[in-house]
């Protein structure tokens, strides 16, 4: 009888944790493929603006609305709302991103800094090897300029 107590209890465990882990994966979904980014022209966190640039909906009827939602809820449920979007949702990218790759770019800058670093100094360190070649080549005895 215990273990099948501690099969129930395992399942709803389970059960649990997938249903955490789709909804981790739509809000994933949501913040990153589709472009729900925070604003960098926002006044407090840009997350009125960057849903308004999303849904293309005007800044001042957003604000006014989350004002209004604000002062007739009390800070828990809106506040915590909106500090919580804040700090999950991306900051937007300072140049527009072009295509696919620009994208790719950006999701790996966000998620790990140190890899897109690393990225960015082996492509200098293969450009900086190029210029080296074409320098010696240049220098060289055997090169002519005619």
């Not at 007739?72 to 991306?90: D, S």
């Not at 994208?103 to 080296?132: G, M």
Request: glycine share 4%.
């Amino acid at each position: 009888m215990r273990r099948h107590y501690r099969h129930k209890r395992n399942h709803k465990f389970e059960k649990c944790k997938t249903h955490y882990n789709r909804l981790r994966d739509r809000f994933e979904n949501l913040a990153s493929s589709r472009g729900i980014y925070r604003s960098r022209k926002g006044l407090f966190m840009g997350v009125c603006r960057g849903l308004a640039d999303y849904f293309n909906f005007s800044i001042f009827w957003l604000r006014i609305i989350t004002l209004l939602l604000f002062l007739f809820t009390g800070f828990w449920p809106i506040g915590v709302m909106y500090i919580v979007a804040g700090l999950v949702l991306k900051m937007e990218p300072v140049s527009p991103l072009r295509d696919k790759k620009d994208e790719e770019f950006y999701e790996s800058y966000t998620h790990s800094r140190e890899s897109a670093i690393q990225r960015i100094r082996r492509k200098f360190e293969n450009i900086e090897r190029r210029i080296q070649r074409m320098e010696h080549t240049v220098t060289s005895r055997e090169f002519d300029w005619e």
